[in-house]
Structures are given as structure tokens and as C-alpha cells.
Nanobody
Framework: QVQLVESGGGLVQAGGSLRLSCAAS????????MGWFRQAPGKEREFVAA????????YYADSVKGRFTFSRDNAKNTVYLQMNSLKPEDTAVYYC?????????????????WGQGTQVTVSS
């Protein structure tokens, strides 16, 4: 089992930055690929970014590429999503997730463990 707790969400103006954190616990967490997804009101949950177990490979959605950076610190059992140049369309609840595999994946169904989510609101 892996338990995930997100933090760092909030309200920011367009063009601003936020850093989301996701603290993980569980015996085998460091071998899990991790992902960030988001869900806006009335929309389906969508992929944002993914990272392999050792941080060596990252994937990003086209909508956030060049603005968001996904990193992990296995010694601290934490992953981070640095979000820069935020836009109003980035407004959503952001979820951290752990996959039962080591290789990064964009596929939502391959993630077995989910956090409770943290709200990010970007004002125009």
C-alpha cells in the first residue's frame, strides 16, 4: 500500500508560480512511478506529468510542457510539481498518484494509489 498526501495548492494570479508537493508513505514507494493529474469542474481527470521511479524519465502533457517541472526526492519520500507561468486554464484540483510500475506512464488506469487532491486556482 502507498499513501499520498498533496499540499501546496492555492490561489495565484496568472503568470505566477506554485509548487505542489506530494508526501508518500509505504514500504515500496521509491520503486513506484509517480504522476500528477488534474480535474476541472465538469471535466474528466486528465494527465499532467509523470516521472519514473528514479526520476530519470519525465513526461508532460502538451498543455504544460515548458511551464511545469516534475521532480522527486526518494530520500524524502516526496515528489514535487513546480508550476510556472500559470494560466487560468490550469485551474483544477490536482491529484498525485502512484503507479504499480517503475516506468513513467501517461495512462490514468495504470495508477493504483491516489491522494485526496489539492485545489489550484489561477485568476486572470
Amino acid at each position: 500500500q502507498v499513501q499520498l498526501v498533496e499540499s501546496g495548492g492555492g490561489l495565484v494570479q496568472a503568470g505566477g508560480s506554485l509548487r505542489l508537493s506530494c508526501a508518500a508513505s509505504g514500504r515500496t514507494w521509491s520503486s513506484n512511478a509517480m504522476g500528477w493529474f488534474r480535474q476541472a469542474p465538469g471535466k474528466e481527470r486528465e494527465f499532467v506529468a509523470a516521472i519514473s521511479w528514479n526520476g530519470g524519465i519525465t513526461y508532460y502533457a502538451d498543455s504544460v510542457k515548458g511551464r511545469f517541472t516534475f521532480s522527486r526526492d526518494n530520500a524524502k519520500n516526496t515528489v514535487y510539481l513546480q508550476m510556472n507561468s500559470l494560466k487560468p486554464e490550469d485551474t483544477a484540483v490536482y491529484y498525485c498518484a502512484a503507479a504499480r510500475r517503475t516506468i513513467a506512464t501517461r495512462v490514468l488506469l495504470e495508477y493504483d494509489y491516489w491522494g485526496q487532491g489539492t485545489q489550484v486556482t489561477v485568476s486572470s
